[in-house]
């Protein structure tokens, strides 16, 4: 399987579930996005604080379509 990996920015609200959770939200800036097959794993912060979580793909188009994502 074949991965892409891209430098983004988040300009809207771009919510995950935290496992059974409630929804969280990533925050504003730059991102790194790993597209790999049906899913999108998004990686944010500075330092030694790094987070990340995946996506299903089918969300993470919506979010570049209303422009919540912008890659680039």
């Known amino acids: 399987m074949s991965t892409t990996t891209s430098k983004a920015d988040v300009r809207g609200t ?3 579930r935290l496992g059974d959770g ?4 990533v925050p504003r800036g730059p ?5 790999a097959g049906n899913d999108v794993t998004l ?3 500075s330092g030694q604080t ?3 979580t995946a996506i299903p793909a089918s969300d993470f188009s ?3 379509a209303s422009k919540a ?4």
């Open 14 to 16: 771009v919510e995950y």
């Open 22 to 25: 409630p929804l969280c939200s």
């Open 31 to 35: 991102i790194e996005v790993e597209i």
């Open 43 to 45: 990686s944010w912060g």
């Open 50 to 52: 790094r987070q990340s």
């Open 62 to 64: 919506r979010y570049v």
């Open 69 to 72: 994502i912008v890659i680039g």
